[in-house]
Each structure stands twice: as structure tokens, then as C-alpha cells.
């Protein structure tokens, strides 16, 4: 279920450049880590850590620096790899972590059993 402002960040991309991908019109992911990274970057702009917006250009901005080192028919495209490489650069430059507690976090997280779990997660989001 979508609350509102879940709803204005996944409607606000509709159409453009950054336009998250679906299936039969509902957001969908093809890894758990995926859904785990949109949820992330909603929660912290909804905490008040950044404007929407500002993640919105930053994604923007990652997904161009992919496109200037790529062909545009490059089968290595990953959406969210863009997508959490922008989240990681707010998430910085907005003071909630810091380069170092994400590589840490990273690597707690890749070491646990809850990694496992994970990868049996459902891929589409209601």
C-alpha cells in the first residue's frame, strides 16, 4: 500500500528520463536489494535528510554519467545500480551516512544470514 508521499515520488518519475521500470504498470524489480534501495531513498527524503527532488536530479545525473561511458544498447544497463549510486551520493552529501558507514554497512549486511532471506524476497511491488 502507498501512502501518499510514496505515491507522489513513484508518480513524479512517470514518463521521464529516471522513470523507475514496470510490469503491468506496477513498479517492479528484479532483485531484492532493488526494492530495499527504492523504499530507502523514499523513507530518508520523507525523514526530511533531502528533497525528493534532489535525489531525482542526482539519479538523473548518474544515469548520464552511464550514458557518456556506454553504448545506449549496452546489455551491463542496470537501472538501480544507477539508482543506488545516486542514494549512496545523497545519502553522503546529506549528512545521513557517511562513505565509510556505508561500505561497513555493506559489508555486515553481505556477512549475514538475513542476506540470504533476502534473496527470496517477492520482486513486484503492490
Same mark, same amino acid.
Given at each position: 500500500?502507498?501512502?501518499? !508521499?510514496?505515491? !507522489? %515520488?513513484? +508518480?513524479?518519475?512517470?514518463? %521521464?528520463?529516471?522513470?523507475?521500470?514496470?510490469?503491468?504498470?506496477?513498479? &517492479?524489480?528484479?532483485?531484492?536489494?532493488?526494492?530495499?534501495?527504492?523504499? /530507502?531513498?523514499? %523513507? =530518508?527524503?520523507?525523514?526530511?535528510? &533531502?528533497?525528493?527532488?534532489? *535525489?531525482?536530479?542526482? =539519479? /538523473?545525473?548518474? /544515469?548520464?554519467?552511464?550514458?557518456? +561511458?556506454?553504448?545506449?544498447?549496452?546489455?551491463?544497463?542496470? &537501472? &538501480?545500480?544507477?539508482? =543506488? =549510486? %545516486?542514494?549512496?551520493?545523497?545519502?553522503? +552529501?546529506?549528512?545521513?551516512?557517511?562513505?565509510?558507514?556505508?561500505?561497513?554497512?555493506?559489508?555486515?549486511?553481505?556477512?549475514?544470514?538475513?542476506?540470504?532471506?533476502?534473496?527470496?524476497?517477492? +520482486?513486484? *511491488?503492490?
Amino acid at each position: 500500500m502507498q501512502l501518499r !508521499f510514496e505515491h !507522489f %515520488a513513484a +508518480t513524479s518519475m512517470l514518463g %521521464a528520463k529516471d522513470s523507475p521500470p514496470r510490469n503491468n504498470g506496477k513498479l &517492479y524489480f528484479d532483485r531484492w536489494w532493488e526494492r530495499q534501495a527504492f523504499g /530507502i531513498a523514499i %523513507a =530518508l527524503s520523507k525523514k526530511g535528510h &533531502y528533497e525528493w527532488e534532489d *535525489f531525482r536530479q542526482g =539519479l /538523473i545525473a548518474s /544515469i548520464g554519467e552511464w550514458e557518456k +561511458t556506454h553504448e545506449i544498447d549496452d546489455s551491463s544497463w542496470n &537501472y &538501480y545500480e544507477q539508482f =543506488l =549510486l %545516486a542514494l549512496e551520493r545523497l545519502a553522503v +552529501t546529506s549528512g545521513a551516512l557517511s562513505s565509510e558507514e556505508i561500505e561497513q554497512r555493506i559489508s555486515d549486511f553481505s556477512q549475514s544470514d538475513a542476506c540470504k532471506v533476502h534473496e527470496q524476497l517477492p +520482486t513486484q *511491488f503492490e
